[in-house]
């Protein structure tokens, strides 16, 4: 019993922060503004990692590299971890280790463009003007909108994020598969 809880502990503690560090990436990348409360609340919860790594990781064209390699170090960090309290000896899977840590990387990524388009979706049933909209509309769009040139238009009613969350469901099972079959275990 003990084991299941420290493994959810885990889960739940590094998923947050690793999609903490993907989403700051993501912020940056797609140009949303670092004054937004968003931006600045996921940059005060990330800056103990990705300062020291921006010193020696410098980002290019518009991509924080530093919070992407912060976000490999948790999800290394976070399977050998997982792998310690299965009873296993992680050095000498390390290799392929490594391998699953990137596939965690993957997952939590699929994860939070999940998260963040429910939550885009509710947001504009339930209050289109929230001041989070904007941001939200602004992560999405590189998503939703190659997906809304592909489907018809049903009168304001806009299926893309149904699309969108089966796509990345397809893909989660298979991120999911092939780290349970690289591991005896899931991560």
Same mark, same amino acid.
């Given at each position: 019993?003990?084991?299941?809880?420290?493994?959810?502990?885990?889960?739940?503690?590094?998923?947050?922060?690793?999609?903490?560090? /993907? +989403?700051?990436?993501?912020?940056?990348? *797609?140009?949303?503004?670092?004054?937004?409360?968003?931006?600045?609340?996921?940059?005060?919860?990330?800056?103990?990692? *990705? +300062?020291?790594?921006?010193?020696?990781?410098?980002?290019?064209?518009?991509?924080?590299?530093?919070?992407?390699?912060?976000?490999?170090?948790?999800?290394?960090?976070?399977? /050998?971890? +997982? *792998?310690?309290?299965?009873?296993?000896?992680?050095?000498?899977? %390390?290799?392929?280790? %490594?391998?699953?840590?990137?596939?965690?990387?993957?997952?939590?990524?699929?994860?939070?463009?999940?998260?963040?388009?429910? /939550?885009?979706?509710?947001?504009?049933?339930?209050?289109?003007?929230?001041?989070?909209?904007?941001?939200?509309?602004?992560?999405?769009?590189?998503?939703?909108?190659? /997906?809304?040139?592909?489907?018809?238009?049903?009168?304001?009613?806009?299926?893309?994020?149904?699309?969108?969350?089966?796509?990345?469901?397809?893909?989660? +099972?298979?991120?999911?598969?092939?780290?349970?079959?690289?591991?005896?275990?899931?991560?």
């Amino acid at each position: 019993m003990f084991g299941d809880i420290a493994r959810f502990l885990l889960n739940t503690i590094f998923t947050l922060f690793g999609a903490a560090l /993907l +989403m700051r990436a993501w912020l940056q990348f *797609v140009r949303v503004p670092p004054y937004n409360p968003v931006t600045h609340a996921i940059q005060q919860a990330t800056n103990w990692l *990705v +300062m020291p790594l921006r010193r020696v990781i410098p980002g290019v064209r518009g991509i924080d590299w530093a919070s992407i390699v912060a976000a490999l170090i948790a999800a290394v960090v976070f399977v /050998l971890l +997982m *792998v310690w309290l299965a009873g296993i000896d992680p050095l000498g899977l %390390l290799p392929t280790l %490594l391998i699953v840590a990137v596939l965690t990387l993957v997952k939590w990524a699929l994860n939070l463009v999940i998260w963040v388009t429910i /939550l885009m979706a509710l947001l504009s049933w339930l209050n289109p003007r929230s001041p989070a909209m904007p941001v939200l509309l602004q992560v999405t769009a590189p998503f939703l909108n190659p /997906l809304r040139r592909i489907l018809p238009n049903f009168g304001g009613l806009d299926l893309s994020p149904i699309l969108l969350f089966v796509i990345v469901q397809v893909l989660l +099972m298979v991120v999911t598969r092939a780290a349970v079959s690289l591991t005896m275990f899931g991560i």
